[in-house]
């Protein structure tokens, strides 16, 4: 099983400021089968991004992705006060899918 | 525009059989995987299973020997069952569309609880 671990666990900003989230896989993966989620507090998850870097419908392009082989990132160029919530990543490549711990994005 | 409904029991007690489906309306039905995963304090997110536009399924190893997936697409519908539940399956559990989930059901609260 692939074990996707994220860091920070938790990480403080200030709106307007940049966000870069980190996950790092145990074994290298192939970018096309990254994605990432916001999941807000009482909410499913919400896909943003997907194939490492691919924007899903309706998400701002101040979210970005990006990585290869076992690091890939998450970028929130300019935080905006929704974004101060949980992010996940995800694995699709290889059976079991998994998901990362999630990191908390908390205002500064 | 897409909708994942889902509902089934959400009290179970230990050694029962978890049930949920989720009805699929506003989109196509046959042409994408369908997926469940869950949420518990234990673990996080963690994938349990989908099912591809023909039926065949490919499970969690973790708990394979207990799911079930199935389909009617005729009604556009997808099932979960998970038997001999205990505890440690307590959880929220989600169906959605796809590996990378664009579309997800509002979430079961699913209690194990003798």
């Known amino acids: 099983e692939i074990v996707l671990t994220q860091s920070p666990g938790t990480l403080s900003l200030s709106p307007g400021e940049r966000a870069t989230l980190s996950c790092r896989a145990s074994?290298?993966?192939?970018?096309?089968?990254i994605a990432w989620y916001q999941q807000e507090p009482g909410q499913a998850p919400r896909l943003l991004v997907y194939?490492?870097?691919s924007r899903a419908t309706g998400i701002p392009d101040r979210f970005s992705g990006s990585g290869s082989g076992t690091d890939f990132t998450l970028t929130i160029s300019r935080l905006e006060p929704e974004d101060f919530v949980v992010y996940y990543c995800?694995?699709?490549?290889?059976?079991?899918?998994?998901f990362g711990q999630g990191t908390k994005l908390e205002i500064k | 525009q897409v909708l994942l409904k889902q509902w089934g029991a959400g009290l179970l007690k230990p050694s029962e059989t978890l049930s949920l489906t989720c009805a699929v309306s506003?989109?196509?039905?046959?042409?994408?995987?369908w997926t469940w995963i869950r949420q518990t304090p234990g673990k996080g997110l963690e994938w349990i299973g989908e099912?591809?536009?023909?039926?065949?399924?490919n499970k969690n190893p973790a708990l394979k020997r207990r799911v079930t997936i199935s389909m009617d697409t005729s009604n556009k519908q997808f099932s979960l069952q998970l038997s001999s539940v205990t505890v440690a399956d307590t959880g929220l559990y989600y169906c959605?569309?796809?590996?990378?989930?664009?579309?997800w059901g509002q979430g079961t609260l699913v209690t194990v609880s003798s």
């Open positions: 074994q290298p993966l192939s970018s096309s089968y």
């Open positions: 506003g989109g196509s039905f046959s042409v994408y995987y």
């Open positions: 194939g490492s870097s």
């Open positions: 099912i591809t536009q023909s039926g065949n399924t």
């Open positions: 959605a569309r796809g590996g990378a989930s664009d579309q």
């Open positions: 995800q694995q699709f490549g290889y059976s079991p899918y998994t």
